[in-house]
């Protein structure tokens, strides 16, 4: 005998509804939350709010066929999270937007909000509502975020200055070789469990943005969702400067340009000045273990710019959306 499966068109909107908010936990903050046609919030007293939204699609964001729906969930918030922490905001609320298949197995559901309720728990993120709609087209999850921060905290692309020091946290690289070794169906061996992780369930820099804004410890800053080479320009470019990165000094796993232009990593990218080393020093006691480190310069110049043993180069120009593979959606 077999069991029928359970699918969204099977129970409908309103119980599907059901089953994630009856697994909700609601601050005190939360003045109004799922259920109404809005949430309703107190602000933090003395913060600006800093929202930022993502949309993850099966198939170009994410592929059911090797992700475990937990992961997707995972990574659902954590790509909102790492924008919060390239701003120095601390996460507060999210609101969860699904568009599902009518044949969407009820199980993935459950295993998408596992994920998400997760790592909204470990950051005290509140998921205050939302939206679930069906579609003919693959699986969406459009999530915004979002995260308080003190006026003189806040953090920006724009800010960085000739003579700035340019670093970067953790390594790159990483979960381009685990997404590889999931495409390709390999077992993971010895070194590709790491990346296999960083790849389904990236860390979001939330501590360390949180702190480079409360330090003052950064001039400009951008997380690495579209991968290093392209931080780099969307810095130089926001803020008129030229950036010279020494190679030798990237942290990375695999190739070196792959590394560089492959997405996903969710680091931060972020400039400071010579002046302010003391309080990058209490930046890096406070994270940790995690590994910051100065890979190049903010120059006068326009150029942005890669040196290594044969010389100094263009930078590598990363991804372009809508043209060649794409990662996520294109920032606003």
Known sequence: M??????????GERALIARITSRLVTPPWVAVGPGDDAAVIEPARGTLDVLTTDALVDGIH?????????????????????????????????????LLPDDLDVAVLDGIVDGLLALAARYRVALVGGNITRTTGPLTIDMT??????????????????????????????????????????????????CVERYLRPEPRVRAGILLGRNRA?????????????AVRQIAEASSVGVTVEAARVPFVGELHAAMTAGDDYELLFTSRPSQLGRLRGVRRQTGDLPITRIGVVTKGRDVLLRDDQGTREMPTGYEHFRGEVRRSVRL
Do not use: W
């Not at 950064?218 to 392209?230: E, K, P, V, W, Y």
């Open 62 to 98: 994410f592929d059911l066929r090797f992700t475990p729906p937990d992961a997707v969930g995972h990574r659902a918030l954590a790509v909102n999270l790492s924008d919060l922490a390239a701003m120095g905001a601390e996460p507060r609320a999210a609101l969860l937007s699904l």
């Open 2 to 11: 077999f069991l029928r499966q359970t699918t969204a068109s099977s129970l």
């Open 145 to 194: 975020a979002m995260g308080s921060v003190r006026p003189r905290r806040v953090l920006t692309r724009s800010g960085a200055r000739p003579g700035d020091e340019v670093y970067l946290t953790g390594t790159i690289g990483a979960a381009a070789a685990g997404l590889a070794a999931l495409k390709a169906g390999q077992s993971p061996i010895a070194g590709q469990t790491v």
């Open 218 to 230: 950064a001039t400009s800053c951008i997380d690495l969702s579209d991968g290093l080479a392209d």
